[in-house]
Protein backbone atom coordinates (compact mmCIF):
# COMPACT_ATOMS: atom_id res chain seq x y z
CA UNK A 1 0.00 0.00 0.00
CA UNK A 2 2.76 2.73 0.67
CA UNK A 3 4.40 1.83 -2.19
CA UNK A 4 0.86 1.99 -4.30
CA UNK A 5 0.32 4.96 -3.01
CA UNK A 6 3.23 6.97 -3.56
CA UNK A 7 2.38 6.53 -7.49
CA UNK A 8 -1.24 8.51 -7.40
CA UNK A 9 -1.94 11.66 -9.48
CA UNK A 10 -6.00 11.20 -8.82
CA UNK A 11 -6.11 14.98 -8.19
CA UNK A 12 -4.90 17.37 -10.91
CA UNK A 13 -4.44 20.21 -8.55
CA UNK A 14 -2.69 18.33 -6.16
CA UNK A 15 -0.49 17.09 -8.05
CA UNK A 16 0.60 20.21 -9.80
CA UNK A 17 0.90 21.96 -6.33
CA UNK A 18 3.00 19.36 -4.81
CA UNK A 19 5.36 19.54 -7.44
CA UNK A 20 5.20 23.30 -8.01
CA UNK A 21 6.52 23.79 -4.30
CA UNK A 22 9.14 21.50 -5.25
CA UNK A 23 11.08 23.55 -7.80
CA UNK A 24 10.32 26.93 -6.07
CA UNK A 25 11.60 25.97 -2.51
CA UNK A 26 12.07 27.55 0.63
CA UNK A 27 15.83 29.11 0.97
CA UNK A 28 16.45 27.13 3.76
CA UNK A 29 15.93 23.70 1.88
CA UNK A 30 17.14 25.38 -1.70
CA UNK A 31 20.31 22.42 -1.59
CA UNK A 32 17.42 19.68 -0.99
CA UNK A 33 15.56 17.27 -3.61
CA UNK A 34 11.95 17.56 -2.57
CA UNK A 35 9.89 14.39 -2.19
CA UNK A 36 7.58 16.00 -3.95
CA UNK A 37 4.39 12.75 -4.18
CA UNK A 38 2.17 11.10 -1.83
CA UNK A 39 3.09 10.39 1.62
CA UNK A 40 2.50 7.01 2.68
CA UNK A 41 2.09 6.21 6.34
CA UNK A 42 4.84 5.81 8.83
CA UNK A 43 5.44 3.74 11.42
CA UNK A 44 4.75 -0.23 12.22
CA UNK A 45 1.87 -2.01 10.38
CA UNK A 46 0.75 -3.90 13.74
CA UNK A 47 0.41 -0.55 15.91
CA UNK A 48 -2.43 -0.37 18.05
CA UNK A 49 -2.46 3.39 17.90
CA UNK A 50 -2.91 5.44 14.72
CA UNK A 51 -2.12 9.17 14.99
CA UNK A 52 -4.14 11.12 12.28
CA UNK A 53 -3.21 14.71 10.89
CA UNK A 54 -5.19 16.08 7.70
CA UNK A 55 -2.52 16.43 4.41
CA UNK A 56 1.27 17.12 4.28
CA UNK A 57 2.99 20.47 4.97
CA UNK A 58 4.11 21.66 1.26
CA UNK A 59 7.74 22.21 2.85
CA UNK A 60 7.04 19.61 5.69
CA UNK A 61 6.67 15.93 4.46
CA UNK A 62 5.99 17.02 0.62
CA UNK A 63 9.69 17.67 1.35
CA UNK A 64 11.04 15.14 3.66
CA UNK A 65 8.44 12.19 2.58
CA UNK A 66 7.79 10.99 5.84
CA UNK A 67 4.51 11.96 7.97
CA UNK A 68 5.51 14.86 9.86
CA UNK A 69 9.06 15.14 9.44
CA UNK A 70 10.64 18.71 8.57
CA UNK A 71 8.07 21.44 10.05
CA UNK A 72 6.99 23.19 13.45
CA UNK A 73 4.23 20.63 13.36
CA UNK A 74 6.30 17.71 13.33
CA UNK A 75 9.16 19.18 15.54
CA UNK A 76 6.22 19.74 18.37
CA UNK A 77 4.83 16.17 18.31
CA UNK A 78 7.82 13.76 17.71
CA UNK A 79 8.79 16.00 21.22
CA UNK A 80 5.68 14.53 22.97
CA UNK A 81 5.92 11.05 21.10
CA UNK A 82 9.39 10.36 22.30
CA UNK A 83 8.20 11.80 25.79
CA UNK A 84 5.61 9.49 25.87
CA UNK A 85 7.49 6.18 24.53
CA UNK A 86 6.07 6.36 21.24
CA UNK A 87 9.16 7.46 19.51
CA UNK A 88 13.06 6.35 19.38
CA UNK A 89 13.97 10.04 18.98
CA UNK A 90 12.52 13.67 19.87
CA UNK A 91 14.15 15.07 16.34
CA UNK A 92 12.33 13.51 13.44
CA UNK A 93 15.06 14.93 10.36
CA UNK A 94 14.31 12.95 7.20
CA UNK A 95 12.92 9.72 6.13
CA UNK A 96 16.53 7.70 6.14
CA UNK A 97 17.74 9.29 10.10
CA UNK A 98 16.65 6.12 12.09
CA UNK A 99 14.08 7.12 13.91
CA UNK A 100 11.02 4.26 14.45
CA UNK A 101 7.61 4.38 16.17
CA UNK A 102 6.75 2.12 18.52
CA UNK A 103 3.32 1.07 18.61
CA UNK A 104 1.79 3.96 16.84
CA UNK A 105 1.13 4.28 12.88
CA UNK A 106 0.84 7.86 11.43
CA UNK A 107 -1.51 8.80 8.80
CA UNK A 108 -3.43 11.29 7.00
CA UNK A 109 -6.63 11.38 4.98
CA UNK A 110 -5.22 13.30 2.21
CA UNK A 111 -1.69 12.63 1.11
CA UNK A 112 -0.47 15.33 -1.16
CA UNK A 113 -0.16 18.53 0.49
CA UNK A 114 -2.47 20.80 -0.62
CA UNK A 115 -2.24 24.76 -1.31
CA UNK A 116 -3.21 26.73 1.85
CA UNK A 117 -3.78 23.40 3.60
CA UNK A 118 -7.05 23.19 2.41
CA UNK A 119 -8.05 20.04 0.10
CA UNK A 120 -11.35 20.30 -1.29
CA UNK A 121 -14.28 18.12 -0.57
CA UNK A 122 -13.59 16.36 -3.82
CA UNK A 123 -10.05 15.92 -2.63
CA UNK A 124 -10.23 14.12 0.33
CA UNK A 125 -13.20 11.83 -1.51
CA UNK A 126 -10.43 11.09 -4.26
CA UNK A 127 -7.82 10.17 -1.31
CA UNK A 128 -10.41 8.42 0.90
CA UNK A 129 -10.13 4.65 -0.40
CA UNK A 130 -6.12 5.11 0.87
CA UNK A 131 -6.92 5.48 4.16
CA UNK A 132 -9.70 2.40 4.12
CA UNK A 133 -7.44 0.50 3.06
CA UNK A 134 -4.59 1.14 5.54
CA UNK A 135 -6.81 1.25 8.37
CA UNK A 136 -8.66 -2.03 7.13
CA UNK A 137 -4.93 -3.29 7.04
CA UNK A 138 -4.32 -2.52 10.93
CA UNK A 139 -7.48 -3.49 11.95
CA UNK A 140 -6.62 -6.77 13.65
CA UNK A 141 -4.11 -4.23 16.41
CA UNK A 142 -5.87 -1.32 15.78
CA UNK A 143 -7.50 -0.24 19.52
CA UNK A 144 -7.09 3.59 19.01
CA UNK A 145 -6.79 6.37 16.68
CA UNK A 146 -5.61 9.89 17.79
CA UNK A 147 -7.03 12.49 15.64
CA UNK A 148 -5.34 16.41 15.55
CA UNK A 149 -7.59 18.74 14.81
CA UNK A 150 -11.23 19.03 13.50
CA UNK A 151 -10.42 19.40 9.51
CA UNK A 152 -8.79 16.05 10.15
CA UNK A 153 -11.80 14.67 12.75
CA UNK A 154 -13.98 15.91 9.88
CA UNK A 155 -12.20 13.33 6.29
CA UNK A 156 -11.65 10.90 9.22
CA UNK A 157 -15.55 9.92 10.02
CA UNK A 158 -16.61 8.71 6.57
CA UNK A 159 -12.99 7.08 6.45
CA UNK A 160 -13.93 5.25 9.31
CA UNK A 161 -17.75 4.35 7.83
CA UNK A 162 -16.16 3.32 5.26
CA UNK A 163 -14.08 0.69 7.10
CA UNK A 164 -17.02 -0.54 8.57
CA UNK A 165 -17.10 1.19 11.96
CA UNK A 166 -20.08 2.37 13.36
CA UNK A 167 -20.32 6.12 13.58
CA UNK A 168 -23.05 7.01 16.05
CA UNK A 169 -26.05 9.71 14.90
CA UNK A 170 -25.59 12.45 15.31
CA UNK A 171 -21.82 12.53 14.26
CA UNK A 172 -19.90 13.57 17.31
CA UNK A 173 -18.04 16.67 16.99
CA UNK A 174 -14.71 17.13 17.44
CA UNK A 175 -13.07 18.65 20.81
CA UNK A 176 -9.73 18.47 22.59
CA UNK A 177 -9.69 15.60 24.83
CA UNK A 178 -13.33 14.05 23.29
CA UNK A 179 -13.09 10.09 23.34
CA UNK A 180 -16.20 8.54 21.36
CA UNK A 181 -15.99 4.75 21.23
CA UNK A 182 -17.09 3.23 18.47
CA UNK A 183 -18.03 -0.80 17.33
CA UNK A 184 -16.77 -2.75 14.97
CA UNK A 185 -17.16 -5.93 13.58
CA UNK A 186 -16.91 -8.64 16.15
CA UNK A 187 -17.28 -6.85 19.59
CA UNK A 188 -13.81 -5.06 18.80
CA UNK A 189 -14.09 -1.17 19.89
CA UNK A 190 -12.47 1.45 18.56
CA UNK A 191 -11.29 4.51 20.84
CA UNK A 192 -11.40 7.73 19.07
CA UNK A 193 -9.30 10.73 20.53
CA UNK A 194 -9.78 14.54 19.63
CA UNK A 195 -6.68 16.66 20.03
CA UNK A 196 -5.83 20.00 19.06
CA UNK A 197 -3.87 20.35 15.59
CA UNK A 198 0.20 21.03 16.66
CA UNK A 199 0.27 23.56 13.98
CA UNK A 200 2.03 26.67 15.16
CA UNK A 201 -0.96 28.33 15.17
CA UNK A 202 -1.75 26.25 17.84
CA UNK A 203 1.40 25.61 20.19
CA UNK A 204 2.72 29.47 19.52
CA UNK A 205 -0.15 30.66 21.49
CA UNK A 206 -0.28 28.39 23.92
CA UNK A 207 -3.33 26.33 23.25
CA UNK A 208 -1.81 23.40 22.76
CA UNK A 209 0.84 22.81 25.31
CA UNK A 210 2.99 19.63 25.47
CA UNK A 211 1.69 18.32 28.59
CA UNK A 212 -1.74 18.29 27.02
CA UNK A 213 -0.73 16.86 23.65
CA UNK A 214 1.43 14.38 26.23
CA UNK A 215 -1.97 13.65 28.46
CA UNK A 216 -3.60 12.33 25.20
CA UNK A 217 -1.12 10.35 23.82
CA UNK A 218 -0.57 8.77 27.47
CA UNK A 219 -4.18 8.29 27.51
CA UNK A 220 -4.24 6.49 23.98
CA UNK A 221 -1.61 4.24 25.25
CA UNK A 222 -3.56 3.28 28.32
CA UNK A 223 -6.68 2.57 26.30
CA UNK A 224 -4.48 0.59 23.50
CA UNK A 225 -2.91 -1.32 26.55
CA UNK A 226 0.69 -0.44 25.31
O1 LIG B 1 2.70 25.15 9.69
P1 LIG B 1 3.21 23.83 9.19
O2 LIG B 1 3.99 23.05 10.20
O3 LIG B 1 3.88 23.90 7.85
O4 LIG B 1 1.87 22.94 8.93
C1 LIG B 1 0.96 23.41 8.01
C2 LIG B 1 -0.39 22.74 8.23
O5 LIG B 1 -0.40 21.39 7.74
C3 LIG B 1 -0.82 22.68 9.65
O6 LIG B 1 -2.19 22.99 9.75
C4 LIG B 1 -0.57 21.27 10.03
C5 LIG B 1 -0.78 20.50 8.77
N1 LIG B 1 0.06 19.30 8.71
C6 LIG B 1 -0.53 18.05 8.75
O7 LIG B 1 -1.75 17.92 8.90
N2 LIG B 1 0.27 16.96 8.59
C7 LIG B 1 1.63 17.05 8.45
O8 LIG B 1 2.30 16.01 8.29
C8 LIG B 1 2.21 18.32 8.46
C9 LIG B 1 1.40 19.42 8.58
FE1 LIG C 1 -3.91 10.58 -4.83
FE2 LIG C 1 -4.66 11.27 -2.39
FE3 LIG C 1 -2.70 12.60 -3.62
FE4 LIG C 1 -5.23 12.85 -4.45
S1 LIG C 1 -4.40 13.49 -2.44
S2 LIG C 1 -3.41 12.55 -5.75
S3 LIG C 1 -6.02 10.77 -4.11
S4 LIG C 1 -2.66 10.45 -2.97
Same mark, same amino acid.
Given at each position: LDREVTRCRRCPRLVTWREEVATVKRAAFREQTYWARPVPGFGP !???AISLVGLAPAAHGANRTGRMFTGDPSGDFLYQALHATGL /? /? *?PVSV *?????LELHGLRMTAPVRCAPPENKPTPAECDNCRPWLTTELTLLR !????VVVVLGAFGWQALLPVLAAADWRIPKPRPKFGHGVRVDLAGQEDQVLHLLGCYHVSPHNTYTGRLTQAMLQEVLTQAKTLAGV
Open positions: !PDA /S /S *S *SADDG !PTLR
